[in-house]
């Protein structure tokens, strides 16, 4: 099974709304991390944050790490129909921290 | 050299053939990854190298995968004998170990289709 799950699997809201996902994870990690890909394309790498962090900002992006509830969220502030996607999360755990393991995704639709 | 290249960016083949992959990433990373990502699923860990050295394997990669990085720039990712079920976008990624556990820059993908 994966080891982050995301929440919701699928997410439609309007242009300027903001859109909230979250993903859970299982086991202890290095650090947790943000991507998002467009249909059929690679992933762009959107956000890292370490387990000693809790929050973290980046332009419109704002995630949140709870490592005692292993959850962590990733809010888009006044979404844009640029932001339709679909967006992973993704641990690194250990101390190589090499390996990536991503969730199943939330496909975002921002409506115009 | 401004990000991971991968060709070829789509590939047909017949099941039972053999198919290879390249992929060239940043010059100057020194780590190389390996992920397959079937529809509506998240990318799943092939292998990954750092400089020419391939340093882990997931069990997923069967004895018909083979992944070289032969002198620790680019690198291919050869199927033997093609199975249906290896249909799949095929990501390569690259990282800067000296970065610490930064994020990966992933090229754009091979999509295979096995018939």
């Given at each position: 099974s994966q080891q982050g799950e995301e929440d919701p699997q699928a997410l439609s809201i309007q242009e300027g709304e903001n859109a909230t996902m979250n993903c859970s994870y299982k086991t202890s990690i290095n650090n947790l991390q943000w991507y998002r890909q467009n249909s059929g394309r690679g992933l762009v790498h959107l956000i890292l944050i370490r387990s000693n962090e809790r929050?973290?900002?980046?332009?419109?992006?704002?995630?949140?790490?709870?490592?005692?509830?292993?959850?962590?969220?990733?809010?888009?502030?006044?979404?844009?129909?640029?932001?339709?996607?679909?967006?992973f999360c993704a641990t690194a755990l250990g101390t190589s921290g090499s390996r990536l393991t991503f969730g199943e995704g939330t496909q975002l639709t921002v409506n115009p | 050299d401004t990000g991971v290249s991968q060709d070829p960016r789509h590939k047909i083949t017949k099941r039972g053939q053999n198919v290879t992959f390249r992929c060239d990433p940043i010059s100057e990373h020194n780590r190389l990854y390996w992920y397959r990502q079937t529809l509506g699923q998240g990318p799943e860990f092939?292998?990954?190298?750092?400089?020419?050295?391939?340093?882990?394997?997931?069990?997923?990669?069967?004895?018909?995968?083979?992944?070289?990085?032969?002198?620790?720039?680019?690198?291919?990712?050869?199927?033997?004998?093609?199975?249906?079920?290896?249909?799949?976008?095929y990501l390569c990624a690259s990282s800067l170990a000296a970065q610490g556990y930064g994020g990966y820059t992933f090229g754009s993908g091979t999509r295979l289709t096995v018939v």
């Open positions: 929050e973290k900002h980046s332009g419109r992006l704002r995630v949140t790490l709870d490592t005692s509830k292993k959850s962590s969220s990733l809010l888009i502030t006044a979404s844009r129909a640029a932001d339709t996607a679909s967006y | 092939l292998t990954y190298f750092q400089n020419e050295a391939q340093l882990e394997k997931s069990r997923l990669l069967s004895d018909r995968f083979s992944a070289e990085r032969p002198k620790g720039s680019f690198s291919t990712l050869e199927i033997q004998r093609t199975e249906q079920g290896d249909s799949a976008m």
